[in-house]
């Protein structure tokens, strides 16, 4: 798989800015993909695109705008992921981040063995893959169903970056009964756990909550999974 990245971060003001970095891509062709957004550690850029392209209204939200919809999801969701560099400078995470490039491709096939897991209990018909790529990228193809809110690719992504520091049983009851992976993960799957778990128990995953009927820019960047805990 190839991925060509044309997308600078340099213009986001990212609320996370070294980690995992998350990009939807386009389909070229069977094994060319190009980024549509910048790949970003900040994953709520993800939910500017899914938005407007579920509903064509145009979004944007700390210098990343998304104007129009350009139907990148026909049969599945494609995305990059990949360990970025704090664009900040930070030293003491430059000196980790080929530690953590290391780390992401040990763990890619358990990190898909906990999404196909949340895919199976969710009652999805079909499941994610994840796949090395060029220059330390790892392209992910995922089901349809997480596109079709914000906060269902806010709860994709939260799950999926947790899961490449988990260090217990490697299942999503793993992951929301027990994670011990870092801080800022920790807390957000906290706070979450008892949601998720009323949706898998549900099957059924989060629609768009909050709606924008105006043609005018409208910024759904807030309204992931953590959004619903108050909903």
Not at 57 to 66: E, L, M, R
Not at 74 to 92: E, H, Q, S
Not at 160 to 172: N, V
Request: charged fraction near 25%; aromatic fraction near 10%.
């Amino acid at each position: 798989m190839h991925i060509i990245d044309t997308q600078s971060r340099a213009k986001l003001s990212e609320g996370r800015t070294s980690g995992m970095g998350f990009g939807f891509l386009r389909k070229k062709d069977e094994s060319n993909f190009e980024t549509i957004m910048p790949v970003s550690p900040c994953k709520d850029y993800l939910n500017e695109v899914v938005y407007t392209e579920n509903t064509g209204v145009p979004t944007s939200a700390y210098g990343f705008k998304y104007d129009k919809k350009l139907d990148i999801f026909t049969d599945n969701v494609f995305m990059a992921i990949k360990m970025m560099p704090d664009k900040r400078g930070n030293y003491n995470y430059a000196n980790s981040l080929s530690g953590d490039q290391k780390k992401l491709k040990n763990q890619a096939k358990n990190i898909e063995k906990i999404m196909n897991d949340l895919e199976e209990k969710l009652g999805l018909s079909n499941r994610t893959y994840i796949f090395e790529a060029n220059d330390n990228f790892f392209l992910v193809k995922a089901p349809l169903d997480w596109r079709m809110s914000t906060h269902a690719i806010s709860m994709y992504t939260l799950i999926l970056r947790a899961a490449l520091t988990h260090k217990g049983e490697m299942t999503i009851q793993g992951i929301l009964d027990s994670y011990d992976g870092i801080q800022m993960e920790k807390s957000m799957i906290h706070a979450t756990a008892k949601l998720m778990k009323e949706i898998i128990e549900k099957k059924e995953l989060p629609d768009q909550k909050i709606k924008h009927d105006s043609s005018t820019h409208f910024s759904p960047h807030n309204y992931g999974i953590m959004h619903l805990i108050n909903y």
